[in-house]
């Protein structure tokens, strides 16, 4: 079965840097676009960066700039690069990956921002 698994989450100190990761298993990971969500306690699931197959990007306005989306199709996994980061970028981060009507996502990892 379709398995995400992410990883790098952690405690960082505002202005500090985090590399998530999340490898992909039991799909065809290069036909996915790929996205990574966000989720803070009380507010709504958002986007944050995706990716498709032709490794175009998009952002939330948000993070523009100062994130960075990836993709390794070798290794079925998919990265996201933050830098940069504010009090207000904490919260649980989840991988998806969609392709048509099929649409999976990953256990989440949390992101803490606090001095």
């Known amino acids: 079965q379709v398995q995400l698994v992410e990883s790098g989450g952690g405690l960082v100190q505002p202005g500090g840097s985090l590399r998530l990761s999340c490898a992909a298993s039991g799909m065809i990971f290069s036909m996915y676009t790929m996205g990574w969500y966000r989720q803070a306690p009380g507010k709504q699931r958002e986007l944050v960066a995706a990716i498709n197959n032709s490794g175009i990007t998009n952002y939330a306005d948000s993070v523009k700039g100062r994130f960075t989306i990836s993709r390794d199709n070798a290794k079925s996994t998919v990265y996201l690069q933050m830098n940069g980061l504010k009090p207000e970028d904490t919260a649980a981060y989840y991988c998806?990956?969609?392709?048509?009507?099929?649409?999976?996502w990953g256990q989440g990892t949390q992101v803490t921002v606090s001095s």
């Open positions: 998806n990956g969609r392709l048509r009507r099929l649409d999976y």
